[in-house]
């Protein structure tokens, strides 16, 4: 089945029910399938003209080159099932798409809730307005077709999730009996940061998810589960398959796999793509995260994961953001240096900052620069920009 035949199905059952919801639109079931056979502009950006053939995702470029990813309809469904069976998709669910439709985290979840007969919320600021998300939030259920006891659920990169836990904490524990799931992804999560989102929303699952644009939604993990496992990703989801090479790196297989990159596709050889993120699987199959190898920093033979260090610093009570990356050294090759964004009206304290990093992780780890600036550089859907470091 495609997915225009699912919207075919709801239309029929649920006429009224509310589809698609922005700022600027409001379609129903019933009025988006003529809308959808015709082929007519739809309030959802890259869809193309058509519901079952190939889709163009880009890369945001961080590490290289931007490329145009080419995901067949077939992977589209195999993402769309893993997401189904691994987050509990329902048809009950209202679904807040907070971030840029050209990011795998929100643009995947489309296809989830429409087959499913969901509702989609459209942001068309993402998290810039967070009071649109808290409106998003405050929606009576029944304006869109849906009961009383509809939940919401969205996905929201790291950062974002570090500004509602910094400035909007009590607003988002308001809304925790009405918030179904929260997924995460694309960025390490801090552990500090997962700890308090498993507080202020006791009773919502909340994922960690392994995917990218090339190799599609291939793990999760609920870490309110009770232990909170940092850099979990969770077992593999029913259509894909996580090796790790010799090499440590993370390679992933399956019918979520891009058809490769335009304008000639030419799918991963062997049917196997392998990441530039290192990680390992534990005993209980449970896919684990080390960082990417292009970020690793080589400090005299010894290899550090900037996202550690990051982790560390940001559990330090005035910082705000942070970003650890690479210096030359005259003996060491490399060592790290830690750009610092702090909280409001705070002066950084380096020494004290480095202490705190030294009683977590191993010397060699330890930044030997540090520096304070009123920003760090990230993309536009949240990640750190280490590229404009390089």
């Known amino acids: 089945m495609t997915i225009l035949d699912y919207i075919r199905r709801w239309a029929t059952e649920c006429p009224d029910r509310v589809a698609v919801s922005s700022s600027h639109q409001r379609i129903t079931y019933a009025e988006l399938l003529p809308r959808m056979e015709q082929c007519d502009p739809l309030p959802l950006p890259l869809l193309g003209d058509r519901w079952d053939g190939d889709f163009c995702l880009h890369t945001t470029g961080t590490t290289g080159k931007a490329k145009g990813v080419v995901i067949s309809h077939a992977a589209v469904m195999a993402n769309t099932d893993n997401l189904i069976q691994g987050q509990g998709f329902s048809h009950n669910l209202i679904f ?28 068309e600021d993402g998290m810039k307005d967070i009071e649109a998300f808290f409106a998003a939030l405050s929606t009576d259920p029944a304006t869109l077709g849906q009961p009383s006891d509809a939940k919401f659920a969205t996905f929201l990169v790291p950062s974002n999730i570090r500004i509602l836990l910094q400035f909007s904490g009590d607003r988002l524990a308001h809304h925790a009996d009405s918030i179904d799931f929260i997924e995460t992804g694309a960025a390490p999560m801090p552990h500090s940061d997962m700890l308090r989102l498993c507080q202020l929303l006791p009773h919502s699952r909340l994922y960690n998810t392994y995917a990218s644009t090339e ?81 690793i920093i080589n400090v005299g033979g010894y290899k550090v994961a900037p996202s550690e260090v990051e982790e560390a610093a940001l559990a330090f009570p005035v910082v705000k953001d942070c970003i650890c990356i690479p210096f030359t050294h005259p003996i060491l090759g490399q060592a790290p240096e830690l750009i610092v964004v702090t909280n409001d009206g705070c002066t950084l304290d380096k020494r004290a900052l480095a202490r705190h990093i030294a009683s977590l992780l191993e010397p060699y780890k330890v930044p030997l620069r540090y520096r304070q600036e009123d920003h760090v550089e990230r993309t536009h859907n949240g990640k750190l920009n280490r590229k404009a470091y390089r």
């Open 96 to 123: 807040i798409i907070a971030g840029d439709m050209t990011h795998l985290g929100c643009w995947s979840k489309i296809f989830p809730v429409l087959r499913l007969g969901g509702t989609l919320l459209i942001l």
């Open 215 to 295: 190799t599609g939604i291939v793990a999760t993990y609920n870490y309110n589960d009770g232990r909170c496992i940092p850099g979990c990703l969770g077992k593999p989801l029913p259509h894909s398959r996580i090796i790790i090479t010799p090499e440590g790196r993370i390679a992933c297989q399956g019918d979520t796999l891009m058809s490769g990159y335009e304008p000639t596709p030419q799918p991963p050889a062997g049917g196997i793509f392998i990441t530039n993120d290192n990680g390992f699987i534990d005993e209980d199959g449970m896919l684990h995260i080390l960082g990417r190898e292009d970020d």
